[in-house]
């Protein structure tokens, strides 16, 4: 059993906490976060969390042996530098960073301290995306060719100016950060290196500086081709689909709703499934019910205690904050840009 604190408890912070209550492997004991409000003290009371004045009272804390980030991912890279430098093991929600040199720095300083880094990519967790990596490593696919996504939900049309999640500079890209890395992580996950991209984003509805509509083209390094799609002011859905020779399968499911009730966020990520043979009639289903926040969770801490390494390679979150980076550049560019 692993002594977690959670470092930032806004919604997402708050459901990780939820995710792991009655786990055999990982307990939260401890929690840092930057406004205490009425709600915050409520809710550290109820789930038995000790608040402590800072993120560095929480590293010199022996009792608490990893740390959770559910911060602004501009603080990822200096908070998991300073965790693995104080001997804890990290969990970093996602994005890891926005640069492959932030994300090469916190790589870096956990392989020096010998820690465990986890990232909380949780879709690639959910039993429906291994069935689909199996299918595609067997060759049930055939050639594979193209794989898309898209990733929608309102949240940007409740934002307030005020929220970091309103500022540009913590949301380059509109729904590229709180949503569209997940369909990056599996694009690379199942395709391999991304060698380039093409990214248009831009603002149609939403009332704060912040992009609600993005779209982005990939080529991978073994030549599939790839297209990734957000929204931030419409309707929650998520849709990931690959295309092989022998045919194609689609998952379908929601995003992370603000003020959608925990177990809603924390469950249906994955809904109805198909597959589409090249021959034959077509097989849908629908996805098994799975915390797959808990099973991410989980993962990170059974590394920790020596067990099985985090199912996410280091040297793919690295690749992930380089695709993030050069999406954002070629947003500003207007031009296909590589990746670093």
């Given at each position: 059993m692993i002594n977690a604190a959670i470092v930032g408890l806004g919604w997402w912070g708050r459901t990780l906490v939820e995710s792991a209550q009655g786990s055999d492997f990982i307990r939260f004991v401890r929690a840092a976060t930057r406004t205490v409000s009425p709600e915050v003290k409520a809710f550290a009371d109820t789930y038995k969390l000790r608040l402590a004045e800072s993120f560095d009272a929480l590293l010199k804390d022996s009792n608490v042996q990893a740390v959770v980030l559910c911060t602004p991912h501009s603080m990822h890279t200096r908070q998991v530098v300073a965790a693995a430098q104080a001997g804890k093991h990290v969990f970093c929600e996602k994005p890891f960073a926005l640069t492959k040199s932030d994300a090469e720095r916190a790589v870096e300083a956990s392989r020096k301290a010998g820690v465990t880094l986890g990232l909380g990519y949780n879709r690639r967790f959910h039993p429906e995306m291994t069935k689909l990596r199996d299918r595609i490593r067997s060759g049930g696919l055939g050639v594979m060719m193209h794989v898309e996504a898209t990733m929608t939900f309102p949240n940007a049309l409740m934002l307030k100016p005020t929220q970091w999640r309103a500022n540009r500079e913590e949301t380059p890209c509109g729904g590229l950060t709180p949503m569209g890395v997940h369909a990056i992580d599996g694009i690379i996950d199942l395709c391999g290196a991304i060698d380039q991209v093409y990214c248009q984003s831009f603002r149609r509805v939403v009332e704060i500086d912040s992009d609600d509509t993005t779209s982005i083209l990939f080529r991978m390094k073994e030549g599939m081709s790839g297209y990734l799609g957000t929204l931030t002011a419409t309707g929650a859905g998520f849709s990931f689909q690959v295309f092989g020779s022998k045919g194609w399968v689609r998952l379908e499911g929601m995003t992370h709703v603000a003020g959608a009730s925990s177990e809603e966020r924390r469950t249906r990520l994955f809904g109805t499934c198909k597959f589409q043979p090249s021959k034959g009639d077509a097989e849908v289903w629908q996805a098994e019910t799975?915390?797959?926040?808990?099973?991410?969770?989980?993962?990170?801490?059974?590394?920790?205690?020596?067990?099985?390494?985090?199912?996410?390679?280091?040297?793919?979150?690295?690749?992930?904050?380089?695709?993030?980076?050069?999406?954002?550049?070629?947003?500003?560019?207007?031009?296909?840009?590589?990746?670093?």
């Open positions: 799975l915390d797959a926040g808990r099973a991410t969770l989980e993962a990170f801490a059974n590394a920790a205690s020596g067990g099985p390494a985090f199912p996410i390679p280091l040297d793919q979150m690295i690749h992930g904050a380089a695709v993030t980076e050069a999406v954002i550049r070629s947003a500003g560019s207007g031009k296909v840009e590589k990746v670093g």
